[in-house]
């Protein structure tokens, strides 16, 4: 049952890769199927807040990932057309606050690599105006902009264009997402950053030492820019061994993330990416390039957003403050898109 308290939280998901499967669909079944297989969920695991990220599989690379973005960006605005009296999507702190005054799901778009967009900077303020309010500038590997964190060993920063894309998000109010980006390129950003930045989903690299978590330094330093961490769920990023990946060891990532960066820093950024492979059909999840790690292992009762309400509960039972856990859930990252996004 959900505790009074995650019912009456702003509940934050900064990272659930829904319009993957939504758009996978004939465009007249968008809004359908996400209301009657992703609204569900969203609504049973009380989120009240969603960014929806554009990520492009790799069979649209490279000459489809434009119109694979524009495509699933479209989806978006569609699925929230066709479900007006649930959802809204948001391109401000005002519309946010409308969406959730008024009982609807604020819907965030964001990007995730960008791309298609590559090089060209000057389309950020294009997407910008189609409604993209987050975005990050590399995934796994390289992109004109950046390494992703799968290309530690280079070593390498933002490139010159990658330099002009954090200028650009800057000017534009779109708030850069440091999550999947190399160790030096966070290290770079964090030096050139004049407004505060984001991982949406990235949890503690103390805890698992893996490529794509943040290490300490790296927390504090999104802390210090005034920026939030969102704690990601994916259970290969939380533990090595199987047996490990459990509700208490992702309770221990938010705990570190909230102990090194603060208690106003923290956020959940789930990455339900079991519940995406679903209902996706080859070649799409035959190979999502994650490099030795299942996609389809999960968190035993975290599959989907329905379960969100654990995460409350888990974290009230270890006797953590219900304003401090309110922060967690969701009020932290509804104050920072608040100042980000005003």
Not at 69 to 88: K, Q, S
Request: with cysteine; net charge negative.
């Amino acid at each position: 049952m959900t505790t009074p308290l995650h019912r009456r939280a702003v509940v934050a998901d900064t990272h659930n890769d829904l319009l993957m499967a939504v758009s996978a669909r004939p465009p007249e079944q968008w809004a359908s199927f996400f209301r009657e297989r992703w609204l569900p969920q969203l609504v049973a695991g009380g989120v009240d807040l969603q960014v929806l990220p554009v990520f492009i599989d790799d069979q649209y690379l490279p000459e489809g990932a434009l119109r694979q973005t524009l495509r699933m960006i479209e989806c978006a605005h569609v699925l929230a057309e066709g479900n007006a009296e649930h959802v809204r999507i948001c391109r401000d702190a005002s519309d946010i606050d409308r969406a959730l005054e008024a009982g609807r799901i604020a819907l965030v778009i964001a990007l995730e690599s960008m791309p298609g967009l590559d090089a060209s900077v000057e389309l950020i303020s294009t997407v910008h105006r189609l409604g993209v309010r987050i975005a990050s500038i590399a995934h796994w590997g390289r992109t004109p902009l950046a390494d992703g964190s799968g290309e530690d060993a280079t070593g390498s920063g933002l490139t010159t264009h990658g330099v002009a894309a954090l200028r650009e998000m800057e000017r534009l109010g779109v708030v850069f997402d440091i999550s999947h980006l190399g160790a030096s390129g966070v290290e770079h950003v964090l030096e050139l950053a004049t407004e505060p930045v984001m991982a949406t989903h990235s949890s503690a690299r103390a805890l698992r030492d893996h490529h794509r978590n943040l290490t300490d330094d790296q927390l504090r330093g999104v802390a210090a820019t005034g920026g939030v961490v969102c704690v990601n769920f994916f259970a290969p990023f939380l533990a090595e061994r199987e047996e490990d990946r459990t509700l208490d060891r992702l309770l221990d990532h938010i705990e570190h993330v909230a102990e090194v960066a603060g208690i106003d820093h923290v956020g959940l950024g789930p990455d339900f990416i079991r519940e995406v492979m679903e209902d996706l059909t080859p070649p799409c999840c035959e190979d999502v390039n994650t490099r030795g790690v299942d996609p389809r292992s999960a968190v035993p009762g975290l599959e989907g957003p329905a379960g969100l309400p654990m995460v409350t509960e888990g974290l009230l039972r270890r006797g953590i403050p219900e304003k401090d856990v309110e922060k967690i859930i969701g009020a932290n990252v509804h104050r920072f898109l608040g100042e980000r996004l005003a």
